[in-house]
């Protein structure tokens, strides 16, 4: 199992840009999610999915839309890059049945946007 | 409101110095699921333990160890004997709607930095 992947590494945008971080697990988790990780913030959920199809908003979704057309994937797309989205995104995913699970993160993308 | 507060923004230690890193937390829920996460230098978030709200036994494991007390909205994370190797930011998170897989509510972060 390669677990959660997350795809680029880094990413240099400038203001204005669309770009499409992406999130890819193979561990048929139901739930997937995005957070953003800010100096002296912590991480702060920005969406999250239960299952193929469904997506909700988390505590910071503005400038950010995701969609779950597989369970396997998880793109979160930012249609218009700007500043106050630099910052280092995890995506996460667990299962929803097995009752002794926990979340595993992906390794992040560090977006920088000018 | 849930909430999960890391009071401490950064502490040093020298190695084999013992340290405790608070966390407190606010919730309405009565099943609730409390962690711990490391994120080294390197970036990556390490998960370290999950605690349910119907246990409160103090766990071990190594040279870490918990000390969950409902009666003061607190898990302590105490490293006994500290390396280098220990530091990191690490993160006590709390989750959503009763749930241990669903969403996370993150505490700020405590900085560890432990000197040779």
């Known amino acids: 199992n390669a677990g959660v992947t997350q795809t680029p590494k880094f990413q240099v945008l400038k203001t204005g840009q669309s770009m499409t971080l992406q999130c890819a697990q193979d561990m048929n988790h139901e739930y997937m999610s995005w957070y953003r990780q800010d100096p002296g913030m912590g991480l702060r959920l920005i969406h999250y999915?239960?299952?193929?199809?469904?997506?909700d908003q988390g505590e910071v979704p503005n400038g950010y839309n995701v969609s779950r057309s597989t369970t396997e994937d998880f793109p979160l797309r930012l249609l218009s890059a700007a500043p106050s989205q630099t910052s280092v995104y995890f995506c996460?995913?667990?299962?929803?049945?097995?009752?002794?699970?926990?979340?595993?993160f992906g390794p992040g993308t560090r977006l920088t946007v000018l | 409101a849930q909430k999960v507060t890391q009071a401490q923004t950064e502490i040093s230690v020298v190695e084999k110095e013992d340290v405790t890193l608070d966390c407190v937390y606010e919730?309405?829920?009565?099943?609730?699921?409390l962690f711990w996460y490391k994120q080294p230098p390197s970036g990556e978030l390490v998960f370290l333990i999950r605690r349910n709200s119907f246990d409160e036994q103090n766990e071990i494991s190594g040279r870490y160890s918990w000390n969950f007390q409902k009666s003061t909205s607190s898990f302590n994370f105490t490293i006994t004997a500290s390396q280098v190797v220990d530091s990191a930011v690490y993160f006590c998170a709390l989750s959503e709607g009763g749930r241990s897989q669903g969403n996370l509510i993150f505490g700020k972060g405590t900085k560890l930095s432990v000197k040779p």
């Open positions: 996460a995913s667990s299962s929803l049945l097995d009752g002794t699970d926990t979340q595993y």
């Open positions: 999915s239960v299952g193929a199809g469904i997506t």
């Open positions: 919730t309405r829920d009565t099943t609730y699921y």
